[in-house]
């Protein structure tokens, strides 16, 4: 397909019957699940993967240390170490069935809660803290990593992702048919994000140019303290027919069906049919960050039945079950989270203040010259405490 076609109107391309077949495209069933919250294996006609017993010990030991990785910095903020934190707890199966289904030529652009996302691509979860310490504005390399700076602007990165994925396939890294060079880009963001202005022009120009691009919806039904009821009268997912791509809703508390839509999405995109809206139905069972108290606008009741869908205890009676893991392996991941913990509380810690001058660092590939007139400006005014008592 030419890096500049365009999929025509009400056409989402030949393989869609294959790939995301006629119950997506219809209304149909909404809810893609391959484990269901009791923890049996289900199979699905449009999406399914014959996972291997590493894969499932993987994913369960990614969803634990995620999950370490949030209770560890909600504890560092509430002692005064962090500014905030953006808590993700009960998204770790959508995070992490995302994650692992990327390629390492794939490229994300996150919101600010993509902290499971941010793991499986290798960041140091001390690295996601100083962000939050107000010490750096992020201190991995985008580049390395194929994953973006946090976007604290809501929905900004949307915007971001689709013109990245443009850019590759204007350079020929898609629809080559080699899996070493095909790519696609990946934009998280959450249902409130889904009102944004940015979200919807990226949606347009995703569609228009074909863009690589998957549309990945965290929707934990609440933007803030505002319920999904108030935000859209159709399934998130639905919209994307009016915008001229497939969607569809997968249980986002079903590890293996996250990872197994996504999967498919991605591969959608690599090899040239555009754009792909994939909303993960899931819940925020935490505050919104911590500086919010829930308990002012959802109900106890809600929480507590969510509860039961946890998406890493599904898994782990999945493993127990069928005899996949042994208590070793529980015994073994308890240490290892242990030690994440200790390297997160005694590293936030020591990690050290910045430098003044340093906000001037990184703002442009070359500096231009009225940033450093502002920079002079800055340093002189700082220069003029020198020897001062004050």
Not at 28 to 55: I, K, N, W
Not at 100 to 121: I, K, M, S, W
Not at 157 to 167: D, E, F, K, N, T
Not at 215 to 243: D, H, K, M, V
């Amino acid at each position: 397909m030419s890096d500049t076609a365009a999929a025509s109107p009400g056409h989402f391309g030949p393989d869609l019957a294959e790939v995301f077949g006629p119950s997506q495209q219809d209304g149909g069933p909404e809810l893609v699940q391959l484990l269901t919250p009791e923890g049996e294996r289900v199979h699905h006609a449009e999406f399914d993967h014959d996972f291997s017993a590493e894969e499932l010990r993987g994913f369960y030991r990614d969803m634990v240390l995620t999950r370490r990785i949030d209770t560890e910095a909600t504890a560092l903020q509430r002692h005064g170490e962090l500014g905030i934190w953006a808590q993700l707890l009960g998204q770790e199966a959508a995070q992490i069935g995302a994650g692992r289904a990327l390629r390492p030529q794939d490229y994300v652009f996150p919101t600010y809660r993509e902290h499971g996302v941010a793991y499986t691509r290798g960041i140091d979860p001390l690295d996601l803290l100083g962000l939050f310490r107000g010490v750096d504005q992020g201190a991995w390399d985008p580049a390395e990593k194929n994953f973006g700076l946090y976007t604290i602007v809501i929905g900004a990165q949307v915007l971001h992702g689709v013109g990245y994925a443009m850019g590759i396939q204007r350079d020929g890294a898609v629809g080559t048919g080699d899996p070493d060079r095909d790519a696609a880009v990946i934009a998280h963001f959450g249902d409130g994000a889904s009102s944004q202005g940015d979200v919807n022009e990226g949606f347009i120009f995703a569609a228009s140019y074909n863009a690589p691009v998957v549309f990945f919806c965290q929707n934990n039904q609440w933007a803030i303290s505002e319920p999904i009821e108030r935000q859209t009268r159709i399934p998130l997912y639905q919209r994307a027919l009016g915008f001229g791509f497939p969607g569809v809703r997968v249980d986002g508390n079903d590890v293996l069906a996250t990872y197994a839509v996504t999967k498919a999405a991605l591969q959608r995109a690599r090899d040239g049919q555009g754009p792909t809206f994939i909303e993960a139905y899931t819940y925020r069972m935490g505050a919104h960050t911590t500086t919010d108290d829930p308990t002012r606008y959802r109900l106890s009741d809600d929480v507590e039945s969510w509860k039961l869908k946890d998406p890493i205890e599904r898994l782990k009676v999945y493993l127990r079950r069928n005899g996949l893991v042994d208590q070793q392996f529980f015994d073994d991941l308890d240490d290892e989270a242990k030690e994440l913990g200790h390297h997160l509380r005694e590293g936030c810690k020591a990690l050290p203040d910045p430098q003044p001058m340093s906000v001037f660092d990184h703002v442009y590939t070359e500096m231009t010259d009225e940033l450093a007139a502002q920079r002079d400006g800055y340093e002189a005014y700082l220069a003029s405490f020198e020897g001062s008592d004050h």
